[in-house]
């Protein structure tokens, strides 16, 4: 099968490569195989090809990216009642998405209706669940009561998905982007809410006035500067939640600021999913299952290559101005 590989952590453009690998193994009790036919890119799918040090995989062995995508069910193993061979399937979390094939556990895999399309099923898990944990996030930080909140890069796949949820509930939310023409195509998409552009030299005093105030709440998905001010700029007792470093610079603490306003910092992370308890999971599967039925114009897609275009695609997540994901696609036709 083929499969997307690096031997050392480092710059994507260098270190990944097209690779032939032998079949994956039969699945094991409690198992599925699925042949891969859609996985995104995700940003995060690339700081986890550049992070950490040396030999990526253990022992030697090559590392596999990408822990979610949608395919078609090839065999499964004991113990598995609820899935078939033939199956489409999606699944989160799973190591080696970038692979034709992988073996995954039967928890991590969800059915997918007719309805949905092949690039959608391969997007509504990661997105809308790090959507819901952002919530649940912002829930814990306004002890119930909705207030002013701003959230950056609100153009991403995310933020679009945190400003449809703000629309749905007319939460106080102000979107922050970094060009005037993400501003205007955000404005267009979300008309109820207000979109600044950070290019604008007034944008801060127009958040404050679209907030009414101070905001109480800052979702950060670049870190820097932009988030450094923004940290600066809350309400006392505000919470900067961060889920992303877009901008590839640290947030600097002014201990004036948060020792003396009480401000918090609080991370999210879709990593720590897994160890939610079965329930939350699966209201939040439910929900994915839900939207991506409901509002498949959420899961917008920016570009699809096949698996051996990998350098092009990669390139496409990090592109100035793209909307949506971009998609990584392996021919049905091909097996193990
Ligand atoms: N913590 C978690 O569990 C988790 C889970 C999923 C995603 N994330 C993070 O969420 C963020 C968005 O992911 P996504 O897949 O939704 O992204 P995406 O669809 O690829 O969109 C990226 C967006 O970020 C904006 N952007 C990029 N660099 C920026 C910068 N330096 N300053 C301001 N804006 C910038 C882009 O704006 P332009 O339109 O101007 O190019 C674009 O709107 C990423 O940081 C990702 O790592 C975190």
């Not at 819901?132 to 796949?157: C, H, I, K, N, Y």
């Not at 820097?224 to 007792?237: F, K, P, Q, S, V």
């Not at 009480?262 to 939350?280: F, K, N, P, T, Y």
């Not at 039925?293 to 100035?320: H, I, K, N």
């Amino acid at each position: 099968m083929r499969a997307v590989v690096h031997d050392h952590y480092g710059d994507p453009s260098q270190v990944l490569r097209l690779a032939e690998l032998p079949p994956v193994g039969a699945p094991g009790p409690g198992e599925v195989s699925i042949r891969v036919t859609v996985r995104p890119a995700h940003p995060g799918d690339l700081l986890g090809i550049t992070g950490g040090d040396g030999p990526a995989g253990s022992e030697g062995k090559r590392r596999i990216p990408g822990f979610d995508g949608a395919g078609v069910v090839t065999a499964v193993g004991r113990d598995v009642a609820d899935l078939q061979p033939g199956q489409r399937v999606a699944f989160f979390p799973v190591s080696g998405a970038w692979a034709e094939h992988v073996v995954a556990a039967a928890s991590a895999v969800v059915a997918v209706p007719d309805e949905i399309d092949e690039p959608t099923a391969a997007l509504m898990l990661v997105n809308p669940v790090t959507m819901r944990m952002l919530l649940r996030a912002l829930d814990e930080a306004w002890a119930g009561t909705p207030r002013p909140f701003v959230q950056t890069a609100a153009g991403s796949s995310v933020g679009r998905l945190v400003a449809a949820a703000a629309e749905r509930h007319d939460f106080p939310l102000v979107n922050l982007v970094r060009s005037t023409a993400g501003a205007a195509a955000l404005t267009e998409r979300f008309p109820s809410l207000t979109t600044i552009s950070t290019s604008e030299p007034d944008w801060s005093a127009r958040m404050r006035d679209a907030l009414g105030g101070p905001a109480s709440v800052v979702l950060d998905a670049v870190g820097g500067t932009l988030a450094t001010d923004l940290l600066a700029g809350l309400a006392d007792g505000g919470s900067l939640i961060s889920y992303g470093g877009l901008s590839g610079s640290p947030v600097s603490l002014g201990a004036t600021d948060v020792v003396g306003r009480e401000l918090r910092i609080r991370g999210v992370s879709i990593g720590r999913w897994s160890r939610l308890d079965a329930e939350q999971r699966g209201e939040d599967v439910a929900f994915a299952l839900a939207t991506a039925q409901a509002r498949p114009d959420l899961f917008e897609v920016a570009a699809s290559y096949d698996l051996a275009d990998f350098a092009t695609a990669v390139g496409e997540v990090g592109r100035p101005g793209k909307v949506g994901a971009v998609l990584l696609t392996s021919p049905t036709e091909q097996s193990a």
